[in-house]
């Protein structure tokens, strides 16, 4: 059976890169969704102690409503990872990456475009949220440089991604990433969809992949 076609990785920075601040900076739900992920999943008491680790202690009392510095987030994901047990840990992320994706469909997507989506072919959608995904990919990857291609499966890769800077770990640490991905398209193109990270940098590998199959 021959193979499905898809698009060649698109390895250029493209209009997201004009588009990125010129200071290194991630969007604000990064943040905010990580204290409403602890608080759902019933471990609201760890806020503090990880806040003040990352120090970001501030972000508790006054969250930030426009766009942060990726240093600081890079922190308070790392700090997480590093205060509760891997599976909460695991769990907490993924919890954010949702709520973020929420917001998103929410407040960023017009809702007439969410209707129109949701009914187009699974694979005319996928692309167009592709398209979506890669205009604005300087608001979750901050100075990394992303990348995709569509297609059958669809790949996402962000090297240098600054949420894992630094970090040495057994297994793929970017749940908030993957979970983004997986909501925004089993809402808009396919309910079935499943969101792996296959590859991270903090396992050692040269970028942090996400495949949607």
């Given at each position: 059976m021959a193979q499905p076609r898809t698009?060649?990785?698109?390895?250029?920075?493209?209009?997201?890169?004009?588009?990125?601040?010129?200071?290194?900076?991630?969007?604000?739900?990064?943040?905010t969704q990580v204290v409403a992920a602890l608080t759902l999943a019933g471990l609201q008491r760890h806020a503090v102690p990880i806040f003040a680790a990352a120090g970001a202690a501030d972000w508790l009392?006054?969250?930030?409503?426009?766009?942060?510095?990726?240093?600081?987030?890079?922190?308070?994901?790392?700090?997480?990872?590093?205060?509760?047990?891997?599976?909460?840990?695991?769990?907490?992320m993924a919890g954010a990456g949702r709520l973020t994706a929420d917001y998103i469909l929410a407040v960023r997507i017009p809702r007439p475009a969410h209707a129109v989506m949701m009914r187009l072919p699974a694979g005319f959608?996928?692309?167009?949220?592709?398209?979506a995904i890669r205009a604005h990919a300087w608001t979750f990857a901050g100075s990394g440089r992303f990348s995709a291609r569509a297609g059958i499966p669809t790949v996402f890769e962000i090297s240098g991604n600054p949420l894992c800077a630094g970090e040495r770990a057994a297994a793929p640490t970017c749940a908030w990433h993957a979970a983004v991905y997986q909501r925004l398209f089993e809402v808009l193109v396919a309910p079935a969809v499943q969101v792996a990270e296959t590859d991270c940098e903090a396992c050692g590998d040269a970028c942090c992949r996400f495949v949607v199959d």
């Open positions: 698009a060649p990785i698109d390895r250029s920075a493209g209009a997201a890169a004009d588009a990125r601040p010129a200071a290194a900076e991630i969007g604000p739900n990064a943040v009392a006054d969250p930030p409503a426009t766009m942060v510095d990726e240093r600081r987030v890079a922190r308070v994901h790392q700090a997480v990872r590093a205060t509760l047990g891997p599976a909460e840990a695991l769990a907490v959608a996928g692309r167009l949220l592709v398209s």
